[in-house]
C-alpha cells in the first residue's frame, strides 16, 4: 500500500472519530437544553427549600449518579450552601449519623430504583427529614417517596449501549443550576468566594489589592517642596526604590523612581525640590481593585509598584510586583 494510501485511511479513521465525538457531545446538548427548558415551580420549590434548610445539604447517590452528587455537594459547598456528600451504602453501615433532622436530603438516581437508597429513604421518612429527588423514570420508588420530585427529560444516552452519558450532564446541569440560583438568593459575592477559596487559583485571582499592600505607616512620602538629598534618605530607608510626592493636601501628585535619578543624574540634582524630578500623574491603584488588576497595570507600564490611593487621591498603601507574584497572582 503507498504511502498516499496509508494516509487516506488514517485521515477516514480520523474524521470517524470526530464524527462520533460530536454525536455524542450533540445528544449531551439535546439533554442540557432539555433541562434549560424544563426548569418550572418544582425548581423553585427545591430551590427554597434548601435555602430554608438549617442545617447541611447532604448529597448522595450511587454509582455514576454518585461522581455527580459529590461534585454538586463540592460546588454547593464553594458557594455558600453547607452541603457534603454521604454515600448510600456508607449511610447503611454507620453514616446515617451524619445526617440531621435540620438537615435536606437530594437523593439522586436514574432509575430511581437503587436498591442502596433505600435505607436512607426509610431514615429520612423516619425522622421527617426533607427529601429532594432527582431521577429520570416518573414511575419509581424514589418519585414516590421524594417531598420534591425532580424528573429529569426523557432524553436518550448518548451511548449506544445506554451507559450514563446525557442522563449525568443532566443531572450536574440541574444540581448546577440549583446551586447558583442559590448564590444569587443568599447574597453570595465574590468576596465570600475568595474565603472558601483561599489556596485556590480562583482564590489567589480574586484577591483585593488591600489584601496585599503595605500600609500607610510604611509609605516612602515626601512632601513636594523637600530636596532631593532628604528624598533619597527616604528612598533608602523605605527600601522600594521609590518615593512617593505629595502636596499640602496629602494628594498624591508625583512619584520619584530610580529611573527619574538616572535621567538628573548629570546634573545637581540633589539641590531639587522633589516637586521637580518627579514624574507627574503617576499610575495608582485603590484599595478595591483585584490584585490581578496592578499586577496587568505593573506589566503594562514597565513598574515594579503602583501607590493605592483614596478617594481624595491620598496614598493609604502600595502594592509592589513582588507582593503579587509571591501570593500567586497571575
Not at 424514589?142 to 446525557?166: F, H, N
Not at 443532566?170 to 447558583?180: C, H, P, Q, T
Not at 533608602?236 to 538628573?264: N, Y
Request: with cysteine; glycine share 8%.
Amino acid at each position: 500500500m503507498s504511502d498516499n494510501a496509508l494516509q487516506l485511511d488514517a485521515g477516514e479513521a480520523a474524521n470517524d472519530e470526530v464524527k462520533s465525538g460530536r454525536v455524542t457531545i450533540d445528544q449531551e446538548i439535546k439533554g442540557l437544553e432539555a433541562v434549560r427548558e424544563a426548569l418550572d415551580d418544582v425548581f423553585v420549590r427545591a430551590v427554597d427549600m434548601l435555602f430554608e434548610c438549617h442545617g447541611r445539604v447532604i448529597i448522595t447517590g450511587m454509582g455514576k449518579s454518585g461522581h455527580v452528587a459529590r461534585k454538586i455537594a463540592a460546588t454547593m459547598a464553594s458557594t455558600g450552601t453547607p452541603a457534603h456528600f454521604v454515600h448510600p451504602a456508607e449511610a447503611s453501615h454507620g453514616d446515617m449519623g451524619m445526617i440531621a433532622k435540620e438537615d435536606v436530603i437530594v437523593m439522586l438516581s436514574n432509575s430511581g430504583e437503587t436498591n442502596e437508597l433505600e435505607d436512607m429513604i426509610g431514615y429520612a421518612k423516619r425522622f421527617s427529614i426533607p427529601l429532594i429527588g432527582i431521577v429520570r423514570r416518573a414511575e419509581s420508588t424514589l418519585v414516590d417517596a421524594a417531598d420534591i420530585p425532580i424528573i429529569l427529560p426523557d432524553i436518550a444516552e448518548a451511548s449506544p449501549t445506554g451507559a450514563p452519558t446525557t442522563s449525568t450532564i443532566m443531572m450536574m446541569a440541574y444540581g448546577d443550576a440549583l446551586a447558583m440560583a442559590l448564590l444569587e438568593k443568599r447574597g453570595f459575592t465574590r468576596d465570600d468566594f475568595k474565603v472558601f477559596h483561599p489556596g485556590g487559583r480562583l482564590g489567589k485571582g480574586l484577591l483585593k489589592v488591600a489584601d496585599l499592600m503595605h500600609p500607610a505607616e510604611q509609605l516612602p512620602l515626601v512632601k513636594a517642596e523637600e530636596l532631593m538629598k532628604d528624598v533619597l534618605l527616604v528612598m533608602t530607608s523605605k527600601s522600594f526604590g521609590c518615593a512617593g510626592v505629595t502636596d499640602k493636601e496629602g494628594q498624591l501628585i508625583g512619584v520619584i523612581t530610580d529611573g527619574d535619578l538616572r535621567r538628573h543624574a548629570e546634573s545637581d540634582f540633589l539641590r531639587f525640590k522633589a516637586e521637580e524630578v518627579m514624574t507627574a500623574n503617576p499610575k495608582v491603584i485603590t484599595e478595591k481593585a483585584l490584585a490581578a488588576e496592578a499586577l496587568h497595570d505593573m506589566n503594562e507600564f514597565s513598574i515594579t509598584s503602583l501607590f493605592v490611593v483614596n478617594e481624595k487621591q491620598q496614598p493609604v498603601g502600595l502594592i509592589h510586583i513582588h507582593d503579587c507574584l509571591r501570593a500567586g497572582v497571575v
